[in-house]
T-cell receptor, first 114, second 113 residues
Framework: DTEVTQTPKHLVMGMTNKKSLKCEQH?????MYWYKQKAKKPPELMFV???????INESVPSRFSPECPNSSLLNLHLHALQPEDSALYLC?????????????FGPGTRLTVL | AQTVTQSQPEMSVQEAETVTLSCTYD???????LFWYKQPPSRQMILVIR??????QNATENRFSVNFQKAAKSFSLKISDSQLGDAAMYFC??????????FGGGTRLMVKP
């Protein structure tokens, strides 16, 4: 199984809502990533968990909160988002946190903030 | 900081023809890895090909091959016998130890039937 799944596929939320994005992989990977991708732009790394240790991209606002309940699951909790946060959110996993390993991407969650 | 530049925002190719996508990068490191990732309109990004900087031989994966010029810091992707399914955004990416994967701005490839 080389699949990374993400739910939901689409999400529309207001600026006062709290929602969560979910990601799952069963490849035994020990690193998982959240990326934000704007239209016609490359993915921007938000967070990475490697062996359950979080690395943070310091430019990510605190209204985004990651959680890694176990090595197969990754959540991204959203609260008080802004319209400029509307984007495609991609989850990825790799064997470990070393960047030379292939990253396997999910299909993404298309987020719209009203 | 490392930078990756893809100078061609869009490219088009006739089906069955060959196309080359360009990528240049800036680094002071000698040991690093380079990648081409493909993101089709369905959005799921997949790895096309990977090159280790210490290897002189250019990587090849079926119809996909690279021209790795280390001194010139150039890493182009050649797609032979282009197929309609090759239509996608292609991202060049760079990695060296201690840093995260750095993507270029992408090239949108269109394949004409």
């Amino acid at each position: 199984d080389t699949e990374v799944t993400q739910t939901p596929k689409h999400l529309v939320m207001g600026m006062t809502n709290k929602k969560s994005l979910k990601c799952e992989q069963h490849m035994g990977h020990r690193a998982m990533y959240w990326y934000k991708q704007k239209a016609k732009k490359p993915p921007e790394l938000m967070f990475v968990y490697s062996y359950e240790k979080l690395s943070i991209n310091e430019s990510v606002p605190s209204r985004f909160s990651p959680e890694c309940p176990n090595s197969s699951l990754l959540n991204l909790h959203l609260h008080a988002l802004q319209p400029e946060d509307s984007a495609l959110y991609l989850c990825a996993s790799s064997q470990d946190g070393r960047g030379y390993n292939e990253q396997f991407f999910g299909p993404g969650t298309r987020l719209t903030v009203l | 900081a490392q930078t990756v530049t893809q100078s061609q925002p869009e490219m088009s190719v006739q089906e069955a023809e060959t196309v080359t996508l360009s990528c240049t990068y800036d680094t002071s490191e000698s040991d690093y890895y380079l990648f081409w990732y493909k993101q089709p309109p369905s959005r799921q990004m997949i790895l096309v090909i990977r090159q280790e900087a210490y290897k002189q031989q250019n990587a090849t994966e079926n119809r996909f091959s690279v021209n790795f010029q280390k001194a010139a810091k150039s890493f182009s992707l050649k797609i032979s016998d282009s197929q309609l399914g090759d239509a996608a955004m292609y991202f060049c990416a760079y990695y060296n130890a201690g840093n995260m994967l750095t993507f270029g701005g992408g090239t949108r490839l269109m394949v004409k039937p």
